[in-house]
Structures are given as structure tokens and as C-alpha cells.
């Protein structure tokens, strides 16, 4: 009964993170359209971050914390650039260019990527003489196919919405010219793709990490300061003139975003990944990201009212089947997993007749 709990305990942590990491990506779009700089936001998210971990850190793990090496400290910061500033940066573009259900709809993509990160390392073993290995074989090619689908097929609206949210909706598209709107679309894309292969590849980078510095709270805010400070010299590098107006934030939105996706987001949703990690290994982590997508199109459609596409839902979830089937029915854990694969269908199946498909 002990064990069984334990091994719930990283499927809830990481249902829980992806909640609140779709609550982070509706946020942070209002915050773009607002005008917001992206990079501003990161820089912002990551210093919050940063002050909240330090002290819970300092406390909670100076007794066993080891002597940081100058090995551990490039391994972190290595660590920063790729899975916080550059990741952040470009799914940031991504999402000012798109939608949150659409960027968040690449997310999809990050399990696949680690999947095929993963071989190379010897991190993952594939066999295509048995069930499992046929099964990611053919999950990520399905996956890759719906990603692709998300880029170049949009598809119909699958709501009538009225609201004042959605005419404004309209009358935007409609004064963007149609080569204005596919430009934007595709760099949306390019952008948000590139951003969940920089996810992707910090789960690996992450996995090792862990075993060299097993602290999650210290490893995480020093990530959150050396993403401060990549931020901070990446917009020098891509702002040709700097306007300190731009680091103001005005509204209380604008305030609520930063500090929620700093405090939440950056901090104890890293920390909770991170821990699933060093439990489950990097390819089990990853595998709960599509459950951003449903999450964010949930809210995006009730309290936001935005309008869904065909193309949108393109992305079927059958990259769950990255997951190794072989183990499915031996293992309790792969049992849990099985269970949640199924409520996720289920999921959809439900937000599928809202929609009236």
C-alpha cells in the first residue's frame, strides 16, 4: 500500500504541474498582447524565481547540500541557457505569434523529442521485434505527422462564439492581410517547435544533473539566477535600442503574470520536474506534457472564449504510446500509467462533444 502510494506520488506531481504550467501559457499570452516584451517576462519570471527558492533552499538543505565544484556550476549553467532562457525565449515567440492553445498544442511534441534525444545516450532502448518498440516507433511518427499538420493546416472554426472577445478576434484577422496571417502562423510554429526541443533536451540535461547534484531547490534556484542574467544579456544582443519604459510593468496583469509564472512556473514547477526526474527518468516526465495542450484549451475556450480550429486538434494523443507498452501490464507504476492514457482519451472524447465534433 506504502509503495503504491510512493509511485502515485510522481503521476499527481506531474498532473499538478502541467495544470498550473497551462495556467502560466494563458497568462503569459493576455501578458503578450498586452505589449509586454517577451524577454522582460523572462528575466522578471526567472528573478522571481530566484528570490523565492533561495531562502526555502538555504534552510531546507544546508545540512546535506555538498560544495558547489566548478563542474556542477557549468553543468548548471549550461542548464539554464537551454532549458530555461532559450526555451522560455522561443516559446515566448512562439506563443506572441499564435495562440496559447496552438503553441501549447507543440508541446505535445517534447516527449517524442526527449524519446529520440534519448537513444543516442543509451538513456532509451528500443527494440522493433517487440510490442513496445513499435509502439514509440509508431507514436512518434504519428506525433511528428500531427505537428506538422498543426503548421501547415488550420482547418475550420469547430465553435460559433459571439462573445466581444471573439469579434475582436475577427475584426484582427480580418485587417491582417492572408500573407500576414500565414507568415505568422508558420513563425509561431517554427518558434514554439524550437522552444519544446529546448524543453526536451533539458530533461536529459536535467536527468544528469541529478545524479551529481541530487539537491532540487538549490539546483533550481541557481538555474532561475543564471536565467536571470541570460536573459538580461540576451535582450542587449537582440534589442537594438533599449527603452527602460519596457521594463515597467503597468497593470495588474501584467503583475499577476510575472509573479505567478515566476513563483509557480519557474519556481515550483522546475523543482517538482525536476524531482520526477531523478524518481522516474527524463522520458516518463516529458511524457505528461500533452496534457498541457487539453488543459490550456479548456480555459481558452470557457473563460477566455477563443475560437478552435480542426486543424488544432489535429495532434492526436497516441504519443502516449512512446510509453514502454511492454512493461504496461507487468508493472504496477506502467499500470497507473495505462489508467491515466485512458482518462486522457476520455478527456478528449469530452472536450470533443463540447465542441460538437
Not at 478552435?308 to 507498452?325: H, P, T
Amino acid at each position: 500500500m506504502v509503495n503504491c502510494c510512493g509511485q502515485w506520488k510522481t503521476v499527481v506531481a506531474m498532473i499538478g504541474i502541467n495544470l498550473a504550467l497551462a495556467m502560466v501559457n494563458v497568462l503569459l499570452k493576455l501578458t503578450l498582447d498586452k505589449g509586454v516584451h517577451n524577454l522582460v517576462l523572462v528575466t522578471y519570471r526567472q528573478s522571481i524565481a530566484c528570490g523565492l527558492l533561495t531562502p526555502i533552499a538555504f534552510f531546507w538543505e544546508r545540512k546535506n547540500r555538498p560544495e558547489l565544484t566548478a563542474r556542477i556550476i557549468c553543468h548548471l549553467f549550461f542548464s539554464a541557457l537551454i532549458g530555461i532562457t532559450f526555451t522560455q525565449y522561443f516559446f515566448l515567440l512562439g506563443l506572441q505569434y499564435t495562440s496559447a492553445t496552438y503553441a501549447s498544442a507543440f508541446s505535445n511534441m517534447v516527449p517524442v523529442y526527449t524519446f529520440l534525444l534519448a537513444l543516442p545516450f543509451g538513456l532509451e532502448k528500443v527494440s522493433i521485434r517487440s510490442k513496445g518498440g513499435i509502439a514509440k516507433i509508431l507514436g512518434s511518427l504519428i506525433c511528428i505527422g500531427g505537428a506538422l499538420s498543426l503548421t501547415l493546416y488550420k482547418g475550420m472554426p469547430l465553435t460559433n462564439q459571439h462573445s466581444h472577445a471573439t469579434a475582436q478576434i475577427e475584426n484582427h484577422d480580418y485587417m491582417m492581410s492572408t500573407a500576414k496571417r500565414r507568415e505568422r502562423w508558420v513563425l509561431g510554429s517554427v518558434f514554439a517547435a524550437a522552444g519544446c526541443f529546448m524543453w526536451a533536451s533539458w530533461f536529459l540535461i536535467q536527468a544528469k544533473i541529478g545524479k551529481s547534484y541530487p539537491f532540487q531547490y538549490s539546483s533550481t534556484a541557481i538555474l532561475s539566477f543564471f536565467g536571470a542574467i541570460q536573459s538580461v544579456i540576451l535582450t542587449l544582443l537582440t534589442e537594438r535600442s533599449i527603452n527602460m519604459s519596457m521594463w515597467v510593468l503597468k497593470g495588474k496583469l501584467e503583475i499577476l503574470s510575472v509573479t505567478y509564472s515566476g513563483a509557480v512556473g519557474s519556481g515550483l514547477c522546475y523543482v517538482g520536474m525536476s524531482w520526477c526526474v531523478k524518481q522516474k527518468g527524463p522520458l516518463f516526465t516529458s511524457a505528461f506534457t500533452p496534457l498541457i495542450q487539453i488543459f490550456v484549451a479548456m480555459i481558452d475556450f470557457s473563460a477566455l472564449h477563443e475560437l478552435i480550429y480542426l486543424g488544432r486538434l489535429a495532434q492526436l494523443y497516441s504519443l502516449w504510446c512512446i510509453l514502454d507498452i511492454d512493461h504496461v501490464f507487468t508493472s504496477d507504476m506502467d499500470t497507473c500509467i495505462s489508467l491515466l492514457c485512458y482518462l486522457l482519451f476520455k478527456l478528449h472524447g469530452n472536450l470533443a462533444k463540447t465542441l460538437h465534433l
